[in-house]
């Protein structure tokens, strides 16, 4: 799965250079006076274009990414570079998704006796701001987004999150890391942030784990410090690096 990963990671990227360079080396059109049928036709063919990229969801079938792989393929050979850069930008959403799947697929059956909540299982991707994000939930269906009766386990999983400069700040002092609700652990060899929200009997603990450019994020209602820090311990962190990277 690695190899196929690093082949496809490769391919898209010269692909997605050369359509760039190309692009770039483009002569400018010359300017024209349009006829009044073509004024009246251009309009509309931005319109459909425009709306095709509105709608474009990816779906992280491997069979529509490899035809948009080919159709980058052949309007890049036929000259078309906005049409090739446009089916590498869907490409690569594609591939965040099948990436995200594979995430999702390493993730445990069970933790702490909660068995995974499969049928909320989500993977949405938005390649060249977030990358992907992977959520899964341990514990029961619930029927209400009350957080007080959703007392279920929840893993979060970002790639090229915003939240990681920021997180990364305070885990590399630790006398600001751990003060007053913070505290800095290591879980799997990676420093992680463990943040107290609430107080009496309303407590809860959200750990939050860095590894590259992704940021996991386990959050569990009712937990202890110890129990939230059991549960990252419990995830494939070093093979979902491996992927995320």
């Not at 079938?61 to 036929?78: I, Q, W």
């Not at 995430?103 to 701001?129: C, E, H, R, Y």
């Not at 410090?225 to 419990?234: P, Y």
């Amino acid at each position: 799965m690695k190899f196929v990963m690093k082949y496809i990671f490769l391919f898209s990227f010269s692909l997605f250079v050369m359509a760039n360079s190309h692009a770039q080396k483009k002569p400018a059109a010359k300017t024209t006076t349009a006829t009044p049928a073509a004024q009246k036709s251009d309009p509309a063919k931005t319109t459909t274009t425009a709306a095709t990229q509105a709608v474009f969801m990816a779906t992280g079938d491997p069979a529509s990414f490899k035809k948009l792989a080919g159709d980058a393929r052949s309007n890049y050979d036929a000259g078309k570079l906005d049409d090739s850069r446009f089916a590498l930008q869907q490409m690569l959403a594609e591939l965040d998704i099948i990436i995200g799947k594979e995430v999702l697929k390493s993730l445990p059956a069970t933790i702490l006796d909660k068995p995974a909540i499969t049928k909320q299982d989500n993977v949405s991707g938005a390649s060249g701001f977030l990358g992907v994000v992977v959520h899964r939930e341990y514990g029961q269906e619930y029927n209400s987004a009350s957080m007080e009766e959703n007392k279920n386990i929840s893993i979060e999983i970002i790639s090229n999150s915003p939240l990681i400069a920021s997180i990364n700040s305070l885990l590399s002092i630790p006398l600001i890391g751990n003060t007053g609700d913070n505290k800095v652990i290591k879980i799997s060899g990676y420093k992680a942030l463990v943040t107290k929200n609430g107080d009496g009997d309303n407590v809860s603990y959200e750990l939050q784990l860095p590894i590259g450019s992704s940021l996991i994020t386990v959050k569990a209602p009712g937990a202890t410090q110890e129990q939230v820090a059991q549960i990252a311990g419990s995830l494939p962190v070093q093979e979902i690096a491996k992927m995320l990277q």
